[in-house]
């Protein structure tokens, strides 16, 4: 299995990313263990999570995905054939809104640590930043973490380009360990924000990208093709109303196109598009059945052709 790298942490990660949001909501915790066994039967490493997951469902309060990896850790005994990769920063409902301070981090850690059932955390992430605090101060908490081992790199995501450029400035000017990842929404159809704004930094600095909705949502899977099969969904699948449209119908027709050729599936040549892509360490993405988690495995194991890329990129402008 090809590794990857995450910026110049030393970790190596094959190369996708087990989006952990379906536990404790779509995955139940039985569930939750049978994929991630054979995530990692399959030669994966890297599986992503945050401190607010799952909190959205009723009855939950978060910290729910985070329980269910620890869990199943303790009980195969693998920490260290996973690596974990977290997020803080979050609105969590309880009244303290998106918080990157260094108190509340420096807070907020131990109670994923403890969670996860482990002493340290390997990719530590700014899930939503606040312009309210200097990025100095943010660093300055996650600087004090890796110093005490609980850390081993640290990575952002939602955040402004120019934050991003003068949190890797006060890195450098500071000493404070810097963002080794970007974790930015990135797929065939939304494209712009990342190529635009962000791809010439995480190049630029060696960052690497972790991104999510790598599949749109399910729309890039095929599974939507029209209002019916949307109406048919849960909440979840309702985001893929605003790719119905002529440029989303015309990306779906040449995912089929390559697909067929490849006698792969549309979800499975998106993923391996998203690989061919400069600074891509390992798309996230999510299953909830072993079906679904061969799907998205064949996929990062295709290498596409110069044509075929180029059809899917002037399908996809």
Request: hydrophobic share 40%; charged share 25%; glycine share 8%.
């Amino acid at each position: 299995m090809e590794k990857r790298k995450l910026g110049k942490s030393g970790l190596t990660v094959a190369p996708l990313a087990f989006g952990g949001n379906v536990f404790g909501w779509s995955a139940d915790e039985a569930t939750s263990f049978t994929l991630l066994d054979e995530f990692i039967a399959q030669g994966f490493n890297l599986v992503d999570t945050a401190d607010v997951y799952s909190s959205w469902v009723p009855g939950n309060r978060g910290g729910e995905s985070e329980t269910i990896i620890g869990k199943w850790m303790q009980a195969r005994g693998n920490r260290d054939k996973v690596v974990v990769a977290t997020k803080v920063g979050s609105d969590m409902g309880l009244g303290d809104g998106k918080n990157v301070t260094k108190a509340y981090i420096l807070k907020e850690v131990e109670a994923s640590l403890k969670r996860l059932q482990t002493d340290y955390i390997d990719l530590y992430q700014t899930h939503f930043d606040s312009e309210a605090t200097p990025v100095e101060e943010t660093l300055e908490a996650y600087a004090t973490l890796v110093k005490a081992g609980k850390v081993r790199a640290i990575g952002a995501s939602n955040m402004s380009a120019a934050r991003l450029l003068e949190s890797l400035q006060a890195s450098e000017k500071n000493g404070y360990p810097r963002y080794e990842t970007f974790q930015p929404e990135y797929n065939l159809y939304d494209r712009p924000d990342y190529e635009n704004n962000y791809a010439a930094i995480c190049e630029a600095q060696d960052l690497g990208v972790i991104n999510y909705y790598s599949l749109a949502s399910g729309f890039l899977t095929g599974k939507y093709r029209n209002e019916e099969d949307i109406s048919k969904s849960s909440a979840r699948g309702q985001k893929a109303l605003s790719y119905l449209n002529e440029r989303g119908l015309r990306i779906l027709a040449a995912l089929d196109k390559v697909a067929a050729e490849y006698q792969s599936t549309p979800a499975g040549v998106s993923l391996a598009w998203l690989l061919s892509r400069p600074a891509i360490a390992a798309p996230i993405a999510s299953a909830t059945s072993i079906p679904q988690l061969h799907e998205l495995i064949k996929g990062v194991q295709l290498s596409l052709d110069k044509s075929v890329l180029e059809l899917l990129d002037q399908a996809s402008a």
